[in-house]
């Protein structure tokens, strides 16, 4: 049974005559007459009263008309999931500073992959302001980073989530404050080139916190494996999401004026990949939890 017949039979329906729903579907009256035969054939029954001129449905095509409208209906819906599934393939570069890459981002990309198994994601890794600029450059479609400082022309920034800072520090360290803690402990900074770095260095100068400088490194890794050594704290993003391996560590939130960045997606304005972009931001907000920002 084609799908053009079911079309034809709920055109005459609604139009009230062969004439007129043969416009409809763009077809001869002729061609009309010799579908509508075709389905009484295939269905093994009557459809019309062609004593009348022109035939008019009978009861068996009234009640036809309302399965033949729904399956139409199924069709069209079928048929325009399928267009945007076609659209979502291909290819999509991406960058990510390193933290994501050991956050949100994998857990993302393996539902986008079960989701949309025809498309194919590169990731590397970088600091935010080189990122920005490989956007810029065509050398990447998009870059997931932190709230750049200021607007970048052609770009677009979507934010999908917020991650706060804490203080991490030994887990043997003294239930001491935050702030006690990383005035009284050897101090092992996020490297100011990252714009995290900057972000900590200016909260650190805000609240009047002085600390004392041991090392300045630049992933969370590092950091993280420095304090679990014992040799000194750190302020760093909290990640929520926790993975078998992770190191032992004293956690703590700061009590007042608790600072936090922005995460989201950088991309041109006039991007072609904003269809699958579009689709790595909804994961990647998913990914966030608690911390996700409405997309």
């Known amino acids: 049974m084609s799908i053009r017949h079911l079309k034809t039979l709920v055109a005459i ?59 139409v209906r199924h069709y ?21 500073v390193p933290t994501i ?24 890794s970088g600091l935010s302001s080189s990122l920005i600029t490989q956007v810029e450059r065509g050398a990447i479609d998009a870059a997931i980073i932190s709230e750049p400082p200021m607007d970048r022309p052609g770009l677009i920034w979507r934010p999908f989530g917020i991650e706060p800072l804490i203080v991490i520090a030994h887990i043997d360290s003294p239930d001491e404050p935050p702030e006690v803690l990383l005035q009284n402990n050897p101090f092992i900074r996020f490297s100011k080139a990252a714009w995290v770095g900057q972000l900590i260095d ?16 630049n992933t969370l890794e590092a950091i993280s494996t420095m304090v679990y050594h014992g040799l000194g704290v750190s302020v760093v993003p909290q990640c929520h999401i926790q993975y078998p391996g992770t190191l032992l560590l004293k956690r703590i939130p700061f009590t007042k004026n608790a600072p936090q960045r922005i995460l989201g997606l950088i991309e041109k304005e006039d991007s072609s990949k904003a269809h699958l972009t579009k689709e790595l931001i909804s994961e990647l907000a998913e990914a966030m939890g608690k911390n996700r920002l409405k997309v």
């Open 13 to 71: 329906a609604d139009k009230g005559s062969f004439i007129e729903a043969a416009e409809a579907v763009f077809i001869t009256q002729a061609a009309v007459s010799m579908q509508m035969k075709t389905l009484e054939e295939e269905l093994n029954m009557t459809l019309f009263d062609r004593t009348r001129r022109p035939p008019t449905l009978n009861k068996a095509g009234m009640a036809v008309v309302p399965k033949a409208r729904e399956a």
């Open 76 to 96: 069209e819906q079928f048929m325009e999931t399928s267009a945007i599934m076609d659209k979502l393939t291909g290819q999509l570069s991406l960058g990510s």
């Open 101 to 124: 890459l050991t956050g949100a981002l994998p857990p993302a990309l393996a539902r986008l992959r079960q989701s949309l198994p025809q498309l194919h994601i590169s990731v590397s």
């Open 202 to 217: 200016q909260f650190l100068k805000d609240e009047a916190i002085t600390v004392k400088d041991t090392m300045e490194l």
